[in-house]
């Protein structure tokens, strides 16, 4: 008995070795662990053996059984995975992935988080401020008077006499410094409105506006904040040219040019052969701005500075129409 | 304004070139927007002098002229008909291109030979006038280059002055920066002329009723002048400033207005009634028909210029008809005043009448330019148009402005700019801006302004001057020392930012639409609008389309779906976070909510090669809310369905947050996709941003140590329940080892009996406490089977 099963171990290990399919693997299978297998057949005379016998027989009969199936798996994992590498070899890579929806976020977004950042950086906070503004914020506390002729640079839409759709995001400066004492260094960004529809105007665009007041800081820290700013927000590389310009509520005041982003200042179509590109403007707080606001424009200096994001956008990402970024067409917001 | 290179050199000498002077004035704050030639380059196109006009042999239209060009005599071959033997034309010689790129050659015109083209002022590209050839004045020289006798080889700036700098709106003005950068003195001069008439105390009287609005009037008489039109001289300039020529005296008026920046006017002395001028508030509801022959209702906000009867003049605006300068008159009246700047612009904005003079009065004039002015513009009308002066002037001026005096402590300068200008320097930048400068002691200075400097208030803007001058490039590029402060941004923005992480992550791209929408919409779509009645309307909208604040993101997110399914785009996923608007009776200004909308068309996932996309459904955009809400943390929320407004269908719910009202989602109606001719399912969803801002204590359960058991379950129920009771009830069983209940399948049809439906749904049972048997598990297990049963009648299915 023993012997037989000794030798069927020997004889089922030889056949496994020599098998070079899984067709005759399985029949080999059968042959000798099937229910009318050779293995069964020893089995079954089991029972005609002595009591004190079988318990021996029977563990030597059960080790045979395991060490053939184990023969058999190794064996046939071999095949299998030789089989998957013929199915692997044969697969197309070539065809395309199961695409998934990919989101993109608004470019002017983009710009503003990438702004946010640049500001958070040089320890800006962000504040914030109604769309739809009193006049007092507007435009008077901010050295605009009724009439004033700086008012025709606003064109301004109005819901009522005094309120109106705020043209810039400075009136936050006005709620920030009425209700908090200085020091201030904020960045207020948001929507803004005004009366204008072209190709390079629409009624309604994004700025950010910064208010740094305390004791002391200059027209000197101006140029700094921003020349990090434009060398972060565009390149290094970039030049920047600060002249002078008239705002209401900022004495001395300034516009910021950049070098154009297209030909470096040699001069071009996007810069009407200039090789400046106008992006901003800035100034130091006007002292009747402090006054409108109960700060003491002896003890209190100031500077602010505005932009808009769509400008910035435009030439950061060479787009030439800014209405684009308000047909919410697909095709265009998926290219960010 | 506009200033002529060549102009300017006769009252300063400039060696700088136009670009090199232009860059200079950008530098100091005159923005220079253009850089412009006058007129086309030439070659080859000469005064010439017609000598003999013949018929043309073989065309009735045609003559053949022979034509003295200095150099030699041209044969031309003309179509005109407007000129005699002896005038002098243009023209155009062989090899000449005139504007159009039209060049000039050699040819026959039906047989007669022509050796160039006499032209037109349309050909010159000079004006629209083509009717025949130009004709020029009789002492053109003839053979001149026709660009240097007419002007056209000059340079013009073209200056966008800002606001303040209203002392700029002159040729004078613009003398005096280029003087305070270069160095170099204005010329002198002198306006002499001989007053021959009466004297002008016997034939004229002014009172001024308003000093208020009219602190000086001043005025001069001329007699016996001949109306006529300008010489050739004087229509140029006035062209080089963008003016057109009317006659002698109007002409010089606008002229010394743009040299000196005075606007002046002339009236028809003989039409003055009383020979007396009064300056004066209107009286309500008089009437006034100005030079544009429109009458005007007058109220006593608006300055006149009057006789002893009626007004004759909008002060500082426009003139009246009743006393207009015309041909046959031979008398005339030379105003020049000064007005309260912003008495004229509330009359300029209330008629519209936006003029040379209303703007620069408007700005402020040089209130001590004004008797220089009118010498100067009596010496040109009396070489231009004859008459004789008469003897004087008349200058009414009661209260002399004083000149502001400002102190400026030289540290200030430092403190203000971050660079060290010394006292010398500042001194001379300011006396070179005409500037009167005191010392007061070691450090300040005393500062008087000129009166043409009507933005010069403050110290401040003193350092303004002395910066420009100096020169911004020149400020040294600093950054601030001032101590930090922590950096608290605000949690808006951070929210703000997170959803919109969160939704492009979930594969929808961002919109921005405006702020206003088309009330038409909402009148059109009235049962859905939720919004109050009170809208808040623009009260001067740009378009009719954009005339109310949205109060939903909904209709431009649905504009948005129209316009991008017009162009073949689909899939449109979108979302947009904006302000939403609402009138308040409460506060002054409306209240102003942020709200995240969310607009969907398509599949649920893109198509490809495994197979058919699955269209969206309603579950496609809660599963969304769902998602939202498990990256926000927010658990204690609710998707209930109920009718809500800007959907109008029945696949339609509400969302609360905390029991509270936050939003909306479900399929658009087809009321409002048809109204935004859109032709397809779309699902959408809005929420309060304020509302998801929920300040949920972030606490982390611990980890189940020990595992986990399923069971599934399919049972048949009645369609009256809902999923959400169902679950509701085996929630409410408060089983303490029932982690999750997760439904795998839904199912109606064949296979059951009408009116029923099938659930599958899988239960997972855990205890944190020890590894659950299968007794424990079957005994909650059957208590659900149970509830179920009993309270849903439903049966197993095997």
Known sequence: MLEKLKNLETAAAEEIFKITDLASLEQMRIKYLGRKGLLSQILKTISSLPKEEKPKIGKVANDCKVKIERLWKERFDQFKETLDQEKDKTLDLTLPGFPIFVGHKHPITQVLEETYQIFAGLGFEIADGPEIEEDFFNFEALNIPKDHPARDMHDTFYITEEILLRTHTSPVQIRTMKSHPPPIRIIAPGKVYRRDADITHTPMFHQVEGLLVDTETSFSDLKGILTVFVHQMFDPETKLRFRPSFFPFTEPSAEVDISCVLCHGTGCRLCSDTGWIEILGAGMVHPKVFESVEYDPQKNIGLAFGMGIERIALLKYGIGDIRLFFENDLRFLSQF | ?798
Not at chain 2, 47 to 69: F, S, W, Y
Not at chain 2, 310 to 334: D, F
């Open chain 2, 1 to 798: 304004m506009r200033i002529s290179y060549k102009f300017l050199q006769e009252y300063i000498d400039c060696s700088l070139s136009p670009q090199a002077l232009a860059e200079k004035l950008i530098m100091a704050g005159l923005e220079v927007n253009a850089i412009e030639k006058t007129g086309p380059d030439l070659d080859n196109c000469l005064v010439g002098q017609i000598l003999e006009i013949n018929p043309h042999p073989n065309a009735d239209r045609l003559t053949v002229c022979k034509v003295d060009v200095g150099t030699e005599i041209v044969t031309i071959v003309c179509g005109a008909n407007n000129m005699k033997a002896k005038d002098k034309v243009p023209v155009a010689l062989v090899g000449c291109r005139l504007p159009g790129d039209f060049l000039i050659k050699k040819s026959k015109i039906r047989g007669e030979t022509s050796q160039g083209m006499m032209c037109s002022e349309k050909e010159l590209n000079l004006s629209e006038e083509a009717s025949g050839l130009m004709i020029l004045p009789a002492d053109a020289p003839i053979g001149n280059a026709i660009t240097s006798y007419l002007g056209l080889d000059d340079i013009i700036l073209d200056l966008e002055l800002t606001p303040n700098r209203g002392d700029c709106f002159s040729v004078r003005g613009i003398i005096r920066e280029i003087s305070a950068l270069t160095g170099e003195k204005p010329k002198e001069v002198h306006y002499d002329f001989s007053e021959e008439g009466e004297k002008i105390k016997d034939i004229l009287s002014i009172q001024i009723d308003s000093p208020d609005l009219c602190p000086r009037y001043a005025a001069k008489v001329i007699s016996g002048v001949s109306i006529g039109p300008s010489p050739l001289w004087l229509v140029q300039r006035l062209r080089s400033f963008g003016l057109r020529s009317v006659n002698n005296v109007v002409d010089v008026t606008n002229f010394v207005m743009m040299e000196w920046g005075q606007p002046l006017h002339a009236f028809d002395y003989d039409l003055i009634q009383g020979k007396k001028i009064i300056v004066r508030r209107a009286e309500e509801k008089e009437k006034l028909i100005t030079l544009d022959d429109l009458e005007r209702i007058l109220t006593s906000e608006n300055l006149v210029i009057a006789d002893s009867q009626r007004p004759i003049a909008l002060a500082g605006v426009m003139g009246g008809a009743n006393t207009e300068v015309s041909e046959n008159t031979g008398n005339i009246l030379l105003e020049s005043a000064f007005f309260d700047p912003s008495s004229i612009r509330r009359t300029a904005n209330i008629f519209g009448l936006h003029s040379e003079a209303s703007h620069r009065f408007e700005r402020g004039i040089d209130p001590e330019g004004t008797i220089q002015s009118l010498n100067r513009a009596a010496q040109l009308i009396l070489q231009l148009a004859g008459g004789k002066a008469a003897q004087g002037i008349i200058d009414v001026y009661p209260t002399t402005i004083p000149h502001r005096l400002i102190s400026l402590e030289i540290v200030k300068v430092k403190k203000v700019l971050g660079v060290d200008v010394t006292e010398e320097k500042i001194i001379n930048i300011l006396q070179g801006l005409n500037f009167i400068v005191q010392k007061i002691d070691e450090n300040k200075i005393q500062v008087q302004v000129p009166l043409f400097r009507w933005d010069v208030e403050r110290d401040v803007d003193l350092i303004e001057e002395i910066a420009r001058i100096y020169g911004y490039h020149n400020i040294p590029v600093n950054l601030p020392r001032n101590s930090l402060s922590p950096n608290k941004k605000t949690k808006l923005r951070d929210f703000e930012t997170k959803i919109k992480i969160v939704f492009s992550g979930f594969g929808f791209s961002e919109a921005i639409n405006y702020s206003f929408i088309s009330e038409k919409v909402l009148d059109d779509l009235a049962d859905l609008d939720g919004a109050p009645l009170e809208r808040i309307r623009l009260k001067n909208p740009l378009t009719e389309d954009q005339n109310i604040m949205r109060t939903s993101l909904m209709p431009g997110l649905c504009k948005n779906i129209a316009y991008n399914l017009n162009r073949q785009v689909a899939n449109i996923h979108l979302f947009e976070v904006g302000r939403c608007f609402f009138s308040s009776q409460t506060t002054n200004l409306p209240v102003e909510k942020m709200k995240l909308g969310v607009i969907m068309q398509g599949s649920s996932a893109p198509q490809s090669w495994r197979g058919k996309a699955v269209p969206l459904s309603i579950f496609d955009i809660k599963g969304v809310v769902d998602a939202l809400m498990e990256t926000l943390c927010i658990t204690d929320y609710a998707i209930l369905p109920n009718k809500t407004k800007w959907l109008g269908s029945h696949q339609s719910c509400t969302i609360t947050v905390k029991g509270r009202l936050a939003g909306f989602l479900g399929k658009v109606g087809k009321k409002i996709i048809k109204y935004f001719d859109i032709n397809q399912d779309i699902y959408a969803l809005e929420l309060d941003v304020d509302a998801l801002k929920i300040s949920e204590n972030k606490h982390v359960s611990p980890l189940p140590k020990y595992p986990s058991v399923v069971r599934d379950l399919a049972i048949i129920i009645s369609e009256d329940f809902s999923y959400q009771e169902l679950e509701k009830s085996i929630r409410e069983m408060d089983l303490k080892i029932l982690r999750k209940v997760f439904l795998f399948d839904v199912y109606k049809g064949e296979q059951i009996a009408s009116g029923k439906k099938s659930f599958g749904l899988s239960f997972t049972y855990q205890s944190l406490k020890k590894t659950l048997t299968d007794k424990e598990v079957n005994n909650v297990h059957g208590k659900i089977i149970e509830l179920l049963k009993k309270k849903f009648q439903a049966s197993l299915r095997e």
